[in-house]
């Protein structure tokens, strides 16, 4: 093959590349939020149950189309909302409840085939003033793929099942500690 038919060739799977490539979304709340499950769902009666009035999120980022997918605080407090609400923690029945969750970490990696992201969150639960949760979350998600052909893709699958999982092992241990 000619000078000219490798320049050629080089450039035709160049664009190629760029027709397969696709660019990167941002978490999705809807697929980060954590149903109803049972054993962590608080009852009438049960310290918690309706009581949260205020969430606040901090240390999310936008996602950039051209880098990779991340998990704005937008999106974050959607998602932890929603499975508040679906926990019954979520009202104002109780003792007026603030959650503060900050996003200290989203670790991604750079490649793979399987995508796995840790999400660290250190989420502080305070009730009359008191601080009643303070702990640092860590969980991790990880999409193959079987989830999505395109990285970015499963990039942002990743990301969405870390802060699922990071959501309910919150919910875990916040209904464990208001035992």
């Known amino acids: 093959m000619n000078e000219f038919g490798r320049r050629f060739a080089t450039a035709a799977i160049i664009l190629g590349l760029f027709g397969v490539a696709a660019c990167a979304t941002p ?26 009035t205020t969430v606040n999120v901090a240390g999310g980022q936008e996602t ?14 959607a998602a932890l909302e929603a499975s508040l609400e679906a926990a ?3 009202g104002a029945e ?7 969750a900050t996003l200290m970490a989203l670790k991604q990696p750079l490649a793979g085939l399987d995508l796995s992201v840790t999400s660290q969150v250190r ?5 009359r003033g008191e601080i009643v949760f303070d702990e640092l979350v860590s ?9 999505a052909f395109v990285a970015t893709e499963r990039l942002r699958i990743a ?3 870390s802060v699922k999982e990071n959501i309910k092992q919150f919910l875990t241990r916040l209904r464990n500690s208001m035992r």
Not at 64 to 77: E, G, I, R, T, Y
Not at 123 to 127: I, L, S
Not at 139 to 147: K, L, S, Y
């Open 139 to 147: 969980a991790t998600g990880t999409a193959t793929v079987g989830d």
């Open 64 to 77: 950039n189309p051209l880098w990779v997918s991340q998990v704005s605080d937008a999106n974050f407090k």
């Open 123 to 127: 989420y502080t639960v305070t009730t």
């Open 88 to 90: 019954n923690y979520l």
């Open 27 to 52: 978490a999705n709340p809807v697929m980060m939020t954590l149903p109803a499950t049972q054993g962590l769902t608080a009852d009438p009666g049960t310290p918690g149950y309706r009581s949260v």
């Open 94 to 100: 109780g003792q007026p409840t603030i959650v503060n």
């Open 159 to 161: 990301n969405e099942k």
